[in-house]
Structure formats: C-alpha cells, structure tokens
C-alpha cells in the first residue's frame, strides 16, 4: 500500500512539473537608449566596466543573459523576479533619467551593498562564481562611486 502512495505522488509530482514548464514568466530585455545609459552621463573606466559587467549587469540593466535554466520551471519564476527587483533598485541602462539626488544616493547605495556582501547577491554567486568581488574590487567600485557622487554633487 505504501509504495502505491509513494508511485502515485511521484507520478503526480512529476506531472505538475512538466505542466508547469509551460507557465513561463516574460523574459524581456527592454530596449537600450544609448542616451539614458551609465555610460552616456558618468565616467566608467574600464576595470570598473568590466566588475560591472561582470558582476552587475544581469540584474541592474536591461541586457540580462539568460542562462538555460530561466526556461526551467521553477527556477525561472525566482529569477524573473530577482531581475526585475534589481532593475527596480537601480538599472544602468536608465541612469541618466534619474535625478541628480538619486544617482548620488544610489552611488552610495552600491558601495555600502558591495562593502558588506550584500551584492552580488549569494544566490546569484552559486551558478555565477565568477562575479564574486575581491576585496581589491570593492574598493575600486567604492573609490569610483565616491568620486562620481562628488562629481554629481558639485557640478
């Protein structure tokens, strides 16, 4: 009786899986305004580029890399709303629409996050091992966003 029980569940498991692989949230990547980017407005050189590309840009612009498992159910549901959580929090691909308060407030909001291990996020570490931060990265990101803030600020 007992493996009748545990056949069935397994069968009925197995079904909703497969049924709910066709239950997809929408993965888009909004178009890129070049004029609205990080890039247009504010000074990036190129090692802070490349942490940014490395480690930020999936969940913090408009051109996410979707990997083969944001088309596996549930997997999928938890990533589309994390993007869509950092997108929200701060997206480069739209900075130059923010004010000039709010970009200083987010400047000073991605160095307090990096400095202590809240970004990129622990989660996002476990398939992406290769955007972990080095020390060396956190004070570079944190030296470029003081810099920048202080641009912003004063001019």
């Avoid at 480069?92 to 307090?112: D, H, M, P």
């Avoid at 990101?141 to 001019?155: H, V, Y």
Wanted: proline share 6%; hydrophobic share 40%; net charge negative.
């Amino acid at each position: 009786m007992m493996r009748k029980i545990l056949k069935i569940t397994v069968i009925v498991l197995v079904l909703v899986f497969v049924i709910a692989q066709f239950v997809q949230p929408h993965f888009t990547n909004p178009p890129l305004v070049e004029s609205e980017t990080l890039a247009a407005s504010t000074e990036v050189p190129p090692d802070v580029q490349s942490v940014l590309a490395r480690s930020c840009n999936d969940c913090h612009t408009n051109q996410t890399s979707y990997p083969w498992y944001s088309y596996v159910t549930p997997f999928n549901w938890y990533l589309a709303d994390h993007i869509e959580k950092g997108r929200h929090e701060v997206n480069f691909s739209v900075w130059n629409t923010y004010s000039a308060q709010k970009k200083i407030r987010k400047l000073g909001e991605v160095c307090e996050q990096v400095e202590h291990g809240e970004m990129p996020l622990p989660s996002y570490l476990w398939i992406h091992r290769s955007a972990a931060l080095t020390p060396s990265e956190v004070d570079l990101l944190c030296n470029w966003a003081r810099t920048e803030s202080a641009k912003i600020a004063g001019g």
